[in-house]
């Protein structure tokens, strides 16, 4: 069992930056994935962000450029931080991680308001 905790999330304005969080209660050395979702309302939750363990990473085309998501080995935390944002990136957002295709595991979310 993993448990992944989120936070900073806010309001901000268009141009602005935030750094999500997602501490995980295990070494995320052990988790082959780290990623980051988000969903709007009516809509299905997407892809924003994906950390390998090794150190790929994969970003949606709308974040490519202006997203970043890195891990801190030292803190089992790993981060979106998130500049230039559009009110377009208006949503809530979900870390996740697995430690194999059956064992999969979301944080609470956490909501960003970007205003124009």
């Known amino acids: 069992q993993v448990q992944l905790e989120e936070s900073g999330g806010g309001l901000v304005q268009a141009g602005g930056s935030l750094r999500l969080s997602c501490a995980a209660s295990i070494n995320i050395l052990s988790l082959r994935v780290m990623a980051w979702f988000r969903q709007t309302p009516g809509n299905e939750r997407e892809l924003v962000a994906r950390l390998v363990n090794g150190g790929h990473t994969d970003y949606a085309d709308s974040v490519k450029g202006r997203f970043t998501i890195s891990g801190d080995r030292s803190k089992n935390t790993f981060y979106l931080q998130m500049n230039s944002l559009k009110p377009e990136d208006t949503a809530v957002y979900y870390c996740?991680?697995?430690?194999?295709?059956?064992?999969?595991?979301w944080g609470q979310g956490t909501q960003v308001t970007v205003s124009s």
């Open positions: 996740y991680t697995n430690l194999d295709p059956a064992r999969r595991y």
